[in-house]
């Protein structure tokens, strides 16, 4: 990595003042002048002195020699740490003494470790930090600092006896090039036996424990537990009122190394929290539809425990009715608002209904020219009637009378300019099922 011009042109300036201090004749200083006496670190609110020492292989008493400030400059700036170093050295009886002047670099990202599973979390942070003394938990988004850490952390597995490749990303998106570093080992395979859950209830229990079977015999990711979390651990506690369950850390734990793989159970620990139940559901924004209406597309009521999902998916047929009137372009949000002195959540509900979109042109494909005509002369949603998206699942439902085993895929086109929907409903052939030949299910 190319260093600053700006540290290099200081680093010139400083070494030849460094050996004019050493030439014979030009000092009556000791022997002991030339000896690292102390290091006043300045200018960083990240790092602590004694850990920007050990970074710059500098100890205190250390015989100082000039490839020593070389080294400091050349190892503090690779290291991407710092946007600028340098230093001045003082020279007396006492010894030498560095002024070392730093500003920290502006852009740092955390350092997540996927599989890493002969280490709790905060026995590798200790470990690596012990050995890469500018490694905090946060990684500068340039410098050779992630290297460090990769080569580290190699070899503290070596040491567990775990021959194992190390390597990293650094994901990002256009907002930020450079968001986290993933360190993972790559080798030996991980291999999940078993997900068991502590500080689980007995009623969330059994659906945690058969939804975790998704998990077994797949490789150990924190990112593969975190979309199973998501996606059905959670809703478990969201249903039953806990909305500010969380779910801690996976901790593997080696069960068995085998020829290719290493095979792992995790613990997932749960922090339930306290259940909430729903004290109300506050509608803001709407105008075409009473509150009243609109309430009744809610299964959760007030004095229910707050079941998160359910009134997720109420808002969702809160959202059709609105669809029923030609607003296809209504924009519901819900939120649920908790009171923890009250254990009691709030179910606000803030709509834009949006313009009123009209019926355009339909289009009915796949079938014959006569039941298409019949099918269009029974269409009764005529151009420039309100859109009613609903219509269509009953126009299809009495389609199936005619049409039979048919299944009908349907295509609404909105034009935001006209506020028009144009329809298209296609229908195919729907598979023909065999019929059972005793030989079982499998067809």
């Given amino acids: 990595m190319s260093r600053l011009p700006a540290v290099l042109a200081v680093l010139c300036i400083l070494s030849c003042a460094f050996a004019e201090t050493q030439t014979p004749g030009s000092t009556n200083l000791s022997q002991s002048a030339l000896k690292l006496r102390s290091v006043n670190v300045t200018g960083t609110s990240r790092y602590k002195p004694e850990d920007v020492l050990r970074a710059a292989k500098l100890h205190i008493g250390q015989p100082l020699q000039k490839d020593d400030?070389?080294?400091?400059?050349?190892?503090?700036?690779?290291?991407?740490?710092?946007?600028?170093?340098?230093?001045?050295?003082?020279?007396?009886?006492?010894?030498a003494k560095i002024t070392l002047r730093l500003r920290d670099a502006e852009r740092f990202a955390p350092a997540h470790f996927d599989?890493?599973?002969?280490?709790?979390?905060?026995?590798?942070?200790?470990?690596?930090?012990?050995?890469?003394?500018?490694?905090?938990?946060?990684?500068?988004?340039?410098?050779?600092l992630a290297g460090e850490v990769s080569r580290a952390?190699?070899?503290?597995?070596?040491?567990?006896?775990?021959?194992?490749?190390?390597?990293?990303?650094?994901?990002?998106?256009e907002d930020n090039p450079v968001?986290?570093?993933?360190?993972?080992?790559?080798?030996?395979?991980?291999?999940?036996?078993?997900?068991?859950f502590s500080g689980a209830g007995p009623n969330e229990l059994p659906r945690l424990t058969a939804a975790?079977?998704?998990?077994?015999?797949?490789?150990?990711?924190?990112?593969?537990?975190?979309?199973?979390?998501d996606k059905d651990f959670l809703p478990i506690y969201r249903e039953h009122g806990y909305l500010k369950a969380v779910l801690g850390n996976p901790e593997p734990a080696v069960v068995e190394i085998r020829a290719h793989d290493t095979l792992v159970?995790?613990?997932?620990?749960?922090?339930?929290?306290?259940?909430?139940?729903?004290?109300?559901?506050?509608?803001s924004g709407n105008k075409d539809f009473p509150d009243a209406t609109l309430e009744t597309a809610f299964h959760v009521h007030p004095g229910d425990v707050a079941n998160a999902v359910a009134l997720k998916k109420d808002l969702d047929a809160v959202h059709q009715i609105f669809g029923t009137r030609g607003y296809m372009e209504a924009a519901l949000t819900g939120e649920l608002k908790t009171d923890d002195a009250q254990a009691s959540a709030t179910?606000?509900?803030?709509?834009?209904?949006?313009?009123v979109y009209k019926m355009g042109k339909v289009e009915i494909r796949g079938l014959s020219l006569e039941i298409t005509k019949r099918l269009e002369n029974e269409w009764t949603l005529h151009s420039g009637d309100t859109y009613d998206a609903s219509y269509i699942g009953r126009f299809v439902e009495q389609a199936y009378k005619l049409v039979g085993n048919w299944r009908a895929r349907v295509h609404e086109s909105m034009d935001p300019r006209d506020k028009t929907v144009d329809v298209m409903v296609r229908f195919e052939a729907a598979p023909e099922i065999p019929a059972w030949d005793g030989r079982g299910p499998d067809y």
């Avoid at 400030?69 to 007396?92: H, I, K, N």
């Fill in 69 to 95: 400030l070389e080294t400091m400059v050349r190892l503090l700036g690779e290291s991407g740490a710092f946007a600028a170093v340098s230093y001045r050295t003082q020279f007396d009886q006492d010894g």
């Fill in 115 to 144: 599989n890493v599973i002969w280490f709790s979390d905060q026995e590798l942070l200790s470990r690596l930090h012990a050995s890469v003394p500018l490694f905090d938990g946060e990684l500068p988004v340039t410098g050779d």
């Fill in 153 to 173: 952390l190699k070899l503290l597995l070596a040491e567990k006896n775990v021959a194992a490749e190390v390597g990293y990303l650094r994901p990002s998106d």
């Fill in 179 to 196: 968001d986290a570093f993933v360190f993972s080992v790559t080798e030996p395979n991980i291999t999940i036996r078993e997900v068991r």
């Fill in 212 to 229: 975790a079977k998704e998990l077994e015999g797949k490789e150990y990711t924190r990112p593969r537990i975190r979309v199973i979390e």
């Fill in 265 to 283: 159970d995790v613990i997932l620990p749960v922090r339930p929290g306290r259940q909430y139940r729903l004290a109300r559901i506050e509608i």
């Fill in 347 to 355: 179910y606000a509900v803030s709509i834009v209904e949006g313009d």
